[in-house]
């Protein structure tokens, strides 16, 4: 019973771990980077768990070119880790409107345009 007890603690000791040192680092608003999240996979915390930390770090700063790609799989990060972190890195929230689109000769008045 104790020896099953202990396994299961191992990924949550694990999690308490990397909690710890996020907060320490929290101070410094260090963005997250490939190596941290290739950091939680190496621990063996899952998929759902990185990816929980790709989506409530407050900054990211992913390499997500075409050889830190092939980095990232070699290192173990699934399909769906990846894609949540080139979603987090292209998708940046943004609370202000796009610019107005210029005006066309048709509607440089704001109305419709008038044939004769």
């Known amino acids: 019973m104790i020896l099953r007890t202990g396994i299961a603690m191992r990924p949550l000791v694990a999690l308490i771990l990397v909690l710890v040192v996020d907060m320490r680092l929290s101070g410094e ?3 997250l980077t490939n190596e941290d999240v290739a950091q939680i996979v190496r621990l063996g ?3 759902e768990v ?5 989506k409530q ?3 990211v700063d992913f390499r997500l070119d075409t050889e830190a790609l092939g980095s990232l799989k070699k290192a173990g990060l699934s399909a769906a880790v ?3 972190m080139l979603e ?3 998708h940046a929230p943004s609370s202000t ?3 107005a689109p210029a005006p066309t000769p048709a509607n440089r008045s704001g109305g419709a345009v008038r044939r004769c």
């Not at 990185?50 to 790709?54: E, F, N, V």
């Open 45 to 47: 915390l899952g998929d």
């Open 50 to 54: 990185a990816i929980a930390k790709i």
């Open 82 to 84: 990846i894609q949540v």
């Open 57 to 59: 770090a407050r900054l």
């Open 29 to 31: 608003e260090r963005p």
């Open 88 to 90: 987090r890195s292209t």
């Open 97 to 99: 409107p796009g610019p």
